[in-house]
């Protein structure tokens, strides 16, 4: 049975901005917060606490022996040597419910000692982390990983980031109908080769619209003249919009060797993956239209088979066999302004 990870935001943003900022992080799925609980206010809230309070869900205690009824316990170490991580384990076993584990110099040996000694005992690890990137590393250590890690940030995209790491992250999956489909000429599409394999089902939000994404299969069934390539989304034109891990857009002619990419699923469960390579080659196009909830969106692709996406029944349809009234899945929602890719919510737009 797979452990309970937790991403626990430390928000560094002012008492006016956290009015705002909490209610987003409950958005994106952040089910605990390291914040002095009085800093909620009386407004209601599933987020739970972490912090040296006794109103805190998870009490981070100032000194050993301390106990809070009703109440889930730890307390903060720093790690400098081995002997510090013996009197964790020490300490750990008097009763201690979670420990908050902050590593300055070497990250991954002392963490991997401390996930050794401790998943055994049920004493949860919390670990401190400063980037998006020490958030996966903490996760996937001793492929066990902490219980949860306490990362402070002030943008929301950076939660977002962070929430598809750890692979709970979901995005709105919706069946558009499709209304147009046309022959266009020639043009330069993106093919995206990953560093992953992707598997059937899998595939890349990709549209004309930020707000309109069709989700883009990968070439992982393959067809009677082509090989299987797991690894590759043949995603559309190069001028098309791409979500990316931190919910901002790319054009595909921006993606390219180390950039990472959103992978989902017809149930809207992401995951990301790096890009190993990006072919962008003249190919005859098919641009493609559907309407789903008043919304109309589009996408110009690659007139060939291999091209598919996915109906709502998880079948998969060539771009050459899609017909008018067929329905596909798309990531779609009202349209807001981007600026270099991120959302500005109050901003007019009116894309075609």
Same mark, same amino acid.
């Given at each position: 049975? %797979?452990?309970?990870?937790?991403?626990?935001?430390?928000?560094?943003?002012?008492?006016?901005?956290?009015?705002?900022?909490? +209610?987003?992080?409950?958005?994106?799925?952040?089910?605990?917060? =390291?914040?002095?609980? !009085?800093?909620?206010?009386?407004?209601?809230? $599933?987020?739970?606490?972490?912090?040296?309070? /006794?109103?805190? @869900?998870?009490?981070?205690?100032?000194?050993?022996?301390?106990?809070?009824?009703? $109440?889930?316990?730890?307390?903060?170490?720093?790690?400098?040597?081995?002997? &510090?991580?013996?009197?964790?384990?020490?300490?750990?076993?008097?009763?201690? &419910?979670?420990?908050?584990?902050?590593?300055? &110099?070497?990250?991954?040996?002392?963490?991997?000692?401390?996930?050794?000694?401790? *998943? $055994?005992? *049920?004493? $949860?690890?919390?670990?401190?982390? !400063?980037?998006?990137?020490?958030?996966?590393?903490?996760?996937?250590?001793?492929?066990?990983?902490?219980?949860?890690?306490?990362?402070?940030? %002030?943008?929301? @995209?950076?939660?977002?980031?962070?929430?598809?790491?750890?692979?709970?992250? @979901?995005?709105?999956?919706?069946?558009?109908?499709?209304?147009?489909? !046309?022959?266009?000429?020639?043009?330069?599409?993106?093919?995206?080769?990953?560093?992953?394999?992707?598997?059937?089902?899998?595939?890349?939000?990709?549209?004309?619209?930020? /707000?309109?994404?069709?989700?883009? *299969?990968?070439? %992982?069934?393959?067809?009677?003249?082509?090989? +299987?390539?797991?690894?590759?989304?043949?995603?559309?034109?190069?001028?098309? =919009?791409?979500?990316?891990?931190?919910?901002?857009?790319? =054009?595909?002619?921006?993606?390219?060797?180390?950039?990472?990419?959103?992978?989902?699923?017809? !149930?809207? /469960?992401?995951?990301?993956?790096?890009?190993?390579? %990006?072919?962008?080659?003249?190919?005859?196009?098919?641009?493609?239209?559907?309407?789903?909830?008043?919304?109309?969106?589009?996408?110009?692709?690659?007139?060939?088979?291999?091209?598919?996406?996915?109906?709502? /029944?998880?079948?998969?349809?060539?771009?050459?066999?899609?017909?008018?009234?067929?329905?596909?899945?798309? *990531?779609?929602?009202?349209?807001?302004?981007?600026?270099?890719?991120?959302?500005?919510?109050?901003? =007019?737009?009116?894309?075609?």
């Amino acid at each position: 049975m %797979s452990k309970t990870r937790e991403i626990i935001i430390s928000p560094k943003v002012s008492q006016t901005q956290l009015a705002k900022f909490l +209610p987003q992080l409950e958005e994106e799925g952040i089910k605990m917060v =390291y914040l002095d609980p !009085k800093k909620l206010g009386n407004k209601k809230t $599933k987020l739970q606490t972490v912090f040296p309070s /006794n109103l805190a @869900n998870y009490v981070v205690l100032e000194k050993e022996g301390l106990k809070v009824k009703g $109440k889930k316990v730890g307390r903060k170490f720093q790690i400098l040597s081995n002997s &510090d991580i013996d009197n964790i384990l020490t300490i750990a076993k008097k009763g201690l &419910d979670f420990v908050i584990v902050e590593v300055k &110099d070497w990250k991954i040996i002392p963490l991997e000692n401390i996930i050794a000694k401790l *998943h $055994k005992i *049920h004493t $949860k690890i919390f670990a401190i982390a !400063k980037t998006p990137e020490e958030v996966r590393k903490m996760f996937s250590i001793l492929e066990v990983g902490v219980d949860g890690v306490i990362f402070s940030t %002030s943008t929301i @995209n950076e939660v977002r980031e962070v929430m598809v790491y750890l692979g709970t992250k @979901n995005f709105e999956m919706k069946p558009a109908k499709i209304t147009e489909i !046309k022959e266009v000429g020639d043009g330069e599409r993106v093919c995206v080769d990953t560093a992953s394999i992707l598997h059937k089902g899998e595939g890349m939000l990709i549209g004309s619209r930020s /707000n309109f994404l069709f989700l883009v *299969h990968n070439e %992982s069934v393959g067809s009677s003249f082509t090989s +299987p390539r797991p690894f590759r989304v043949n995603a559309g034109a190069v001028h098309c =919009y791409t979500l990316s891990p931190d919910g901002t857009t790319n =054009y595909l002619s921006e993606v390219e060797t180390g950039s990472e990419v959103l992978i989902l699923n017809s !149930k809207g /469960n992401a995951r990301r993956a790096t890009v190993g390579r %990006s072919k962008i080659e003249r190919r005859p196009m098919l641009m493609i239209k559907a309407v789903v909830d008043g919304e109309t969106g589009g996408i110009i692709a690659q007139d060939a088979e291999t091209i598919r996406f996915v109906k709502p /029944n998880g079948q998969l349809v060539s771009v050459t066999h899609l017909k008018k009234g067929d329905t596909v899945m798309v *990531h779609a929602k009202p349209a807001t302004g981007r600026h270099f890719g991120m959302e500005v919510s109050d901003e =007019y737009i009116l894309e075609k």
